[in-house]
């Protein structure tokens, strides 16, 4: 029987260890889809239902182009908002279109019960060992710790690089070397060299810069396409970038919850849902380390995000730090996005003058 | 000889320009409409504002652009700078109004919020995906009823009792204005409705969670409608000042940056008889397919933009 080819939309460059684990464990290929595009966008629209959010479209379009690829195993995450219904409506968009597929659906089980999982594998088992499968998983976890870590202190650095791209490349040589890793030990060790390599990179930062947070919905904000590569338009100004939402600080966090809710207190009662209670925790965070800015990023529809912005703003009014909001969808121009960018760049700066 | 500093506004639906001088005096200023074609606009204001000043003995030395145009047009004029509009609109207004504490700008397709502190702007809102309550919104409900926009102000004030109009998005407040027309309320009273939605669709999008502390100037298109005026004052429940010049405030703003700058390029009033050009091409070079904008002055590519990534970057020779 010819290998399964298992796929799932891009996402930041987390394609990376769901390969690695999904290959080491599974009897499987991964189709790493092509990277986020208009095409994939315009793809994902035509067959969504048109009030939907973006990343419902964004995801359709990614599943579309890994079929074209050759994907016959298509997997959704789901998640804490209506992405937890997803699943089941793209399954079913794609059959309607003719696509033959197998499609496995997280919302159906509980990720955090290792005999439920081991069930909905149990179809593309390997011959490995329950150790080795937990070997494996405790790899994955730690590359994506290790992506995270990195991918922060790029974020905070690549806006004074001396030569252009030299982050870049050298995040992406270490993205090539971590598919093949054998062992954690193996893993540690390219981690360090990068990490030095990273932090040896020459850049020219001036003693207090301008410093900016990104805060919001978990998709968006993560999936650099469907935010028009924000980071790096700020970056490019040279300002230091923050964002503290990746998947350490919630699939991974333990007690994230109760931890949050500490955290917020006075701001907010309740859970608000997704990630909702993220946003506030992390824009209180940046207001008190006192950070120049907080941007706000989400999809536009997004409830849980939504419901976070009036208490951004008593935030912002106690703490006197702007915030700028942003809602995506399908809009692809530019000129919109870069005005407001701009300004907010501008009166950070006169801010910043202004308090010296 | 005069140093003379050129502001020029291309918003979506008017072109401003004002020419300034060292100490902020407007020595001349034009408005006009875009029309959809920025670079043809552009080349009448700089006619139109030549008639008004002696070129012989005011010089201009540098140039500034804002508006939504301001890249292609900063482009063609060989601006010293290049700002967003709200930053130029911040920096104007300052200018004659030191003490300012709100702007409220209304103009064709865009709205904003902009707080300022000492002179320094400190936070400020723009509508986001969509131009509900915006003048071209106005513009084609006025269309609708038959009148000027021009005129919509004055029959506003006649209303004693403004219509209820949703003022949510401008899809409902169209359909709920036709409902009413229909069911025979006055014209006034429509039109009176429509300023207060502007205002309380304004308030409730661009202005909601920010405080609002006057002085309070308004400006814009818009705000040379006095109907909108009214219904801001009523709303607010303070005093809203409109300068004479408030629809050049974005132009007046542009300059001043621009003879900060200190920058200066010679300028050719000119430049309206030379042949300006654009093309786009689509990239292809991945499946972004990016639509890349090429302007040409007479047979010279001057500038190209639109690329997402470095593979669509075009090289421009100096002519």
Same mark, same amino acid.
């Given at each position: 029987?010819?290998?399964?080819?298992?796929?799932?939309?891009?996402?930041?460059?987390?394609?990376?260890?769901?390969?690695?684990?999904?290959?080491?464990?599974?009897?499987?290929?991964?189709?790493?889809?092509?990277?986020?595009?208009?095409?994939?966008?315009?793809?994902?629209?035509?067959?969504?239902?048109?009030?939907?959010?973006?990343?419902?479209?964004?995801?359709?379009?990614?599943?579309?182009?890994?079929?074209?690829?050759?994907?016959?195993?298509?997997?959704?995450?789901g998640?804490?908002c209506?992405?937890?219904?997803?699943?089941?409506?793209?399954?079913?968009?794609?059959?309607?279109?003719?696509?033959?597929?197998?499609?496995?659906?997280?919302?159906?089980?509980?990720i955090?019960?290792?005999?439920d999982?081991?069930?909905?594998?149990?179809?593309?088992?390997?011959?490995?060992?329950?150790?080795?499968?937990?070997?494996?998983?405790?790899?994955?976890?730690?590359?994506?710790?290790?992506?995270?870590?990195?991918?922060?202190?790029?974020?905070?650095?690549?806006?004074?690089?001396?030569?252009?791209?030299?982050?870049?490349?050298?995040?992406?040589?270490?993205?090539?070397?971590?598919?093949?890793?054998?062992?954690?030990?193996?893993?540690?060790?390219?981690?360090?060299?990068y990490?030095?390599?990273?932090?040896?990179?020459?850049?020219?930062?001036?003693?207090?810069?301008?410093?900016?947070?990104?805060?919001?919905?978990?998709?968006?904000?993560?999936?650099?396409?469907?935010?028009?590569?924000?980071e790096?338009?700020?970056?490019?100004?040279?300002?230091?970038?923050?964002?503290?939402?990746n998947?350490?600080?919630?699939?991974?966090?333990?007690?994230?919850?109760?931890?949050?809710?500490?955290?917020?207190?006075?701001?907010?009662?309740?859970?608000?849902?997704?990630?909702?209670?993220?946003?506030?925790?992390?824009?209180?965070?940046?207001?008190?380390?006192?950070?120049?800015?907080i941007?706000?990023?989400?999809?536009?529809?997004?409830?849980?995000?939504?419901?976070?912005?009036?208490?951004?703003?008593?935030?912002?009014?106690?703490?006197?730090?702007?915030?700028?909001?942003?809602?995506?969808?399908?809009?692809?121009?530019?000129?919109?996005?870069?005005?407001?960018?701009?300004?907010?760049?501008?009166?950070?700066?006169?801010?910043?003058?202004?308090?010296? | 000889?005069?140093?003379?500093?050129?502001?020029?506004?291309?918003?979506?639906?008017?072109?401003?320009?004002?020419?300034?001088?060292?100490?902020?005096?407007i020595?001349?200023?034009?408005?006009?409409? %875009?029309?959809?074609?920025?670079?043809?606009?552009? $080349?009448? +204001?700089?006619? *139109?504002? #030549?008639?008004?000043? !002696? =070129?012989?003995?005011?010089?201009?030395?540098?140039?500034?652009?804002?508006?939504?145009?301001?890249k292609?047009?900063?482009?063609?004029?060989?601006?010293?700078?290049?700002?967003?509009?709200?930053t130029?609109?911040?920096?104007?207004?300052?200018?004659?109004?030191?003490d300012?504490?709100?702007?409220?700008?209304?103009?064709?397709?865009?709205?904003?919020?902009?707080?300022?502190?000492?002179?320094?702007?400190?936070?400020?809102?723009m509508?986001?995906?969509?131009?509900?309550? %915006?003048?071209?919104?106005?513009?084609?409900?006025? $269309?609708? +009823?038959?009148? *000027?926009i #021009?005129?919509?102000? !004055? =029959?506003?004030?006649?209303?004693?009792?403004?219509?209820?109009?949703?003022?949510?998005?401008?899809?409902?407040?169209?359909?709920?204005?036709v409902?009413?027309?229909?069911?025979?309320?006055?014209?006034?009273?429509?039109?009176?409705?429509l300023?207060?939605?502007?205002?309380?669709?304004?308030?409730?999008?661009?202005?909601?969670?920010?405080?609002?502390?006057?002085?309070?100037?308004?400006?814009?298109?818009?705000?040379?409608?006095?109907?909108?005026?009214?219904?801001?004052?009523?709303?607010?429940?303070?005093?809203?000042?409109?300068?004479?010049?408030?629809?050049?405030?974005g132009?007046?703003?542009?300059?001043i940056?621009?003879?900060?700058?200190?920058?200066?390029?010679?300028?050719?009033?000119?430049?309206?008889?030379?042949?300006?050009?654009?093309?786009?091409?689509?990239?292809?070079?991945?499946?972004?397919?990016?639509?890349?904008?090429?302007?040409?002055?007479?047979?010279?590519?001057?500038?190209?933009?639109?690329?997402?990534?470095?593979?669509?970057?075009?090289?421009?020779?100096?002519?």
């Open positions: 029987m010819a290998k399964k080819k298992i796929s799932f939309p891009q996402f930041g460059n987390y394609c990376i260890p769901f390969e690695y684990l999904l290959t080491n464990i599974l009897n499987v290929d991964y189709i790493i889809p092509p990277p986020t595009t208009k095409r994939t966008l315009e793809l994902g629209s035509m067959h969504s239902p048109d009030f939907v959010c973006a990343p419902f479209k964004y995801q359709l379009g990614g599943y579309i182009e890994a079929l074209e690829l050759g994907a016959d195993v298509l997997f959704q995450v998640g804490v209506r992405l937890c219904y997803y699943g089941e409506l793209h399954e079913r968009i794609l059959r309607d279109l003719g696509y033959k597929f197998e499609f496995i659906n997280f919302s159906e089980l509980d955090y019960s290792p005999i999982v081991y069930n909905k594998f149990k179809k593309y088992n390997s011959k490995l060992s329950a150790p080795a499968i937990a070997t494996k998983l405790l790899i994955c976890i730690e590359m994506v710790k290790m992506m995270d870590e990195m991918e922060n202190f790029i974020r905070e650095n690549v806006g004074f690089e001396v030569n252009n791209g030299s982050f870049d490349n050298i995040y992406n040589e270490f993205l090539e070397h971590v598919r093949k890793v054998k062992s954690k030990k193996e893993l540690k060790k390219l981690y360090s060299i990490y030095k390599k990273l932090k040896d990179n020459e850049v020219m930062k001036p003693k207090k810069p301008l410093k900016v947070g990104l805060v919001g919905e978990y998709y968006t904000i993560m999936e650099p396409f469907s935010n028009h590569f924000m790096k338009e700020l970056a490019k100004k040279g300002m230091v970038v923050t964002r503290t939402m998947i350490s600080n919630t699939v991974f966090w333990l007690g994230r919850e109760k931890e949050l809710k500490k955290k917020v207190k006075g701001y907010l009662k309740y859970d608000i849902g997704a990630t909702g209670i993220d946003t506030i925790s992390e824009a209180l965070e940046l207001a008190k380390k006192k950070y120049d800015g941007i706000h990023i989400k999809s536009f529809g997004c409830t849980p995000e939504i419901d976070a912005m009036p208490v951004l703003q008593n935030i912002s009014n106690d703490y006197k730090i702007p915030i700028l909001y942003f809602s995506f969808d399908t809009q692809t121009s530019e000129t919109g996005i870069k005005t407001r960018l701009e300004a907010f760049y501008d009166m950070i700066t006169m801010r910043k003058e202004k308090n010296k | 000889m005069i140093k003379a500093y050129l502001g020029v506004d291309i918003g979506s639906i008017s072109t401003k320009g004002v020419i300034l001088d060292e100490n902020n005096k020595l001349a200023s034009k408005y006009i409409w %875009t029309e959809g074609n920025p670079i043809g606009a552009v $080349k009448n +204001l700089i006619n *139109e504002l #030549e008639t008004q000043i !002696d =070129i012989n003995k005011i010089k201009i030395v540098s140039i500034g652009t804002t508006g939504s145009a301001r292609l047009i900063g482009v063609v004029l060989n601006a010293s700078v290049v700002k967003n509009e709200i130029a609109h911040a920096i104007g207004t300052t200018s004659i109004y030191p300012v504490r709100t702007i409220f700008e209304i103009g064709g397709q865009d709205s904003k919020i902009i707080l300022i502190e000492d002179g320094i702007v400190v936070d400020y809102a509508n986001t995906l969509c131009a509900a309550g %915006t003048g071209s919104f106005l513009s084609s409900q006025a $269309k609708r +009823l038959g009148l *000027e #021009e005129e919509l102000g !004055d =029959i506003a004030l006649k209303s004693k009792k403004p219509t209820n109009i949703a003022a949510r998005c401008t899809v409902f407040a169209e359909s709920d204005l409902h009413k027309a229909q069911i025979g309320h006055k014209k006034e009273d429509i039109v009176a409705g300023c207060k939605a502007v205002v309380t669709n304004y308030l409730n999008n661009i202005g909601k969670g920010k405080k609002i502390v006057s002085p309070i100037v308004f400006q814009g298109g818009v705000s040379k409608n006095i109907g909108v005026i009214k219904a801001f004052e009523d709303i607010t429940g303070q005093k809203v000042l409109v300068d004479p010049n408030s629809h050049l405030m132009a007046i703003g542009v300059a940056l621009a003879r900060k700058s200190g920058q200066e390029i010679e300028f050719d009033f000119n430049v309206k008889n030379i042949e300006f050009t654009t093309r786009g091409v689509e990239c292809h070079k991945c499946a972004n397919n990016c639509e890349i904008i090429c302007i040409y002055r007479g047979k010279y590519l001057i500038d190209a933009w639109g690329n997402k990534c470095d593979n669509g970057a075009i090289p421009i020779k100096n002519h």
